[in-house]
């Protein structure tokens, strides 16, 4: 049995999204080791095939048969965009073996035990926020979507314990990353941002909305069968720092930035 290590250390969802490559690799006999930032460690509670190690194993690859770097860098940054891919085609493309993988969806085979949550039989569930999108959603615009989808409860996704929430919605805090899975497939609507959860919902559910992300031409939006699709108006969406941060070192770099906000 070979060993192999993945590397992509950060952003929730490129993790979740490095999933199958693990699958993969060990489906094909390997041992595989995942090495991430510690905080993310605990969303390998939800799976089996692959453990997750810290950054210290960037300092062991020897130990290794084969080290499969899935990460995109800064460095890598503009050369992704440059190549107008998406996600999986351009990170799964780096290497062989990983190509067959690229359309598969993340299988979580360790689904928590959610029942301490105390959630009601029936529950609406949204992410209206994330971290690296380069498009804000608009609030009173995606608070309509979820009202005309469900009169369910709605619960919206918290990234803290303490994290203030929209009158209409109760806060639900992931106690773990490994929670999420359960907590997004026992939802009967599930409404998202193009975020970690919206990759984590195409391992556990058959139906779900998305909103769409159109910055750099809908390059890093994430499709999978059963994703329903929902556009924000242009006019009322916003571009977020990050999104202006890239662009104007792009364009101070000469890179053409004509199609970057996608409007």
């Not at 041992?31 to 969303?43: A, I």
């Not at 009158?167 to 805090?173: D, E, H, I, K, N």
Request: proline share 6%; hydrophobic share 35%.
């Amino acid at each position: 049995m070979k060993r192999v290590l993945i590397v992509c250390r950060q952003r929730l969802g490129d993790i979740v999204g490095c999933f199958p490559a693990a699958l993969h690799l060990t489906n094909a006999g390997n041992e595989v080791d995942f090495c991430c930032f510690p905080k993310y460690h605990s969303m390998f509670g939800a799976i089996s095939y692959c453990r997750p190690v810290g950054l210290d194993a960037l300092g062991r690859q020897k130990d290794y048969d084969r080290v499969c770097d899935l990460e995109i860098t800064r460095r890598a940054y503009d050369a992704y965009r440059a190549s107008k891919m998406k996600w999986r085609d351009y990170v799964y493309g780096k290497y062989e073996e990983l190509k067959p993988a690229r359309n598969d969806v993340p299988r979580f085979d360790h689904m928590a035990d959610i029942s301490d949550y105390s959630l009601p039989p029936r529950y609406a569930l949204a992410c209206p926020t994330g971290i690296s999108q380069v498009t804000l959603v608009n609030r009173k615009w995606f608070e309509e979507q979820c009202r005309a989808l469900s009169q369910d409860p709605w619960y919206i996704l918290a990234d803290r314990a303490d994290r203030s929430c929209p009158s209409w919605g109760r806060p639900l805090y992931a106690r773990s990353l490994g929670h999420l899975p359960a907590l997004i497939a026992g939802a009967v609507t599930f409404v998202t941002i193009n975020s970690a959860p919206n990759i984590i919902a195409s391992g556990v559910r058959t139906a779900w909305h998305q909103v769409y992300e159109p910055g750099f031409g809908g390059q890093d939006n994430y499709d999978a069968p059963g994703q329903t699709v929902l556009h924000q108006p242009l006019e009322i969406a916003r571009n977020s720092w990050r999104f202006w941060v890239h662009y104007w070192r792009r364009k101070l770099m000469g890179i053409d930035t004509t199609h970057d906000s996608g409007k």
